[in-house]
T-cell receptor, first 116, second 114 residues
Framework: SAVISQKPSRDICQRGTSLTIQCQVD?????MFWYRQQPGQSLTLIAT?????????ESGFVIDKFPISRPNLTFSTLTVSNMSPEDSSIYLC?????????????FGPGTRLTVT | GNSVTQMEGPVTLSEEAFLTINCTYT??????LFWYVQYPGEGLQLLLK?????DKGSNKGFEATYRKETTSFHLEKGSVQVSDSAVYFC?????????????FGKGTKLSVKP
């Protein structure tokens, strides 16, 4: 299994500002992901955080808006830039660990962001 | 494209009632299927999974069978408890159960009353 912590757990921010969310895992993992869960909606993958290279973004998400860092195999950050109320969501960090011959994904507790 | 459709919530049941949460999917290839649970104030946890047709995933009294012919993965529990109150998400991945993009349904909120 994997134990994942996120900071902050929640925040209320003003529009136009930026917030950096940290994700820490208790063991080295190859794959780390960032998801967004908008109010009343499903989880949507933002990007895959790659160690040593640029993150891989899903359609509809861009690096300028959601810059991601992955300095090592246990840590990643997601920044939500130039925030607007539409960015109010829960942001979740996830990791994939090999279990047998397949990977299993584990999720952090999430960061609840409210933009006013 | 790939997608997951879950029954709309919220679902409210009395303790010891039978639970079914429907989940159907659309996917190319042979997806692996998952149920995740999110208890109030907690992160998402894997509840159960099935990686090929006719597999049955089970955990904590919950079961779901991978039905390729009906493209379904309905979640069932014979007797729910108050502690089962949570949001349940059906999900799939098409990378043979490996890492990759998990595609989630919208989630179904379950409330169990004593």
């Amino acid at each position: 299994s994997a134990v994942i912590s996120q900071k902050p757990s929640r925040d209320i921010c003003q529009r136009g500002t930026s917030l950096t969310i940290q994700c820490q895992v208790d063991s080295q993992v190859t794959m780390m992901f960032w998801y967004r869960q908008q109010p009343g909606q499903s989880l949507t993958l933002i990007a895959t955080a790659n160690q040593g290279s640029e993150a891989t973004y899903e359609s509809g998400f861009v690096i300028d808006k959601f810059p991601i860092s992955r300095p090592n195999l246990t840590f990643s950050t997601l920044t939500v830039s130039n925030m607007s109320p539409e960015d109010s969501s829960i942001y979740l960090c996830s990791v994939a660990k090999l279990t047998g011959r397949r990977y299993e994904q584990y999720f952090g507790p999430g960061t609840r962001l409210t933009v006013t | 494209g790939n997608s997951v459709t879950q029954m709309e919530g919220p679902v409210t049941l009395s303790e010891e009632a039978f639970l079914t949460i429907n989940c159907t999917y659309t996917a190319t290839g042979y997806p692996s299927l998952f149920w995740y649970v999110q208890y109030p104030g907690e992160g998402l946890q894997l509840l159960l999974k099935a990686t090929k047709a006719d597999d049955k995933g089970s955990n904590k009294g919950f079961e779901a069978t991978y039905r390729k012919e009906t493209t379904s993965f309905h979640l069932e529990k014979g007797s729910v408890q108050v502690s089962d109150s949570a949001v349940y998400f059906c999900a799939l991945t098409t990378y043979g159960g490996s890492q990759g993009n998990l595609i989630f349904g919208k989630g179904t909120k379950l409330s169990v009353k004593p």
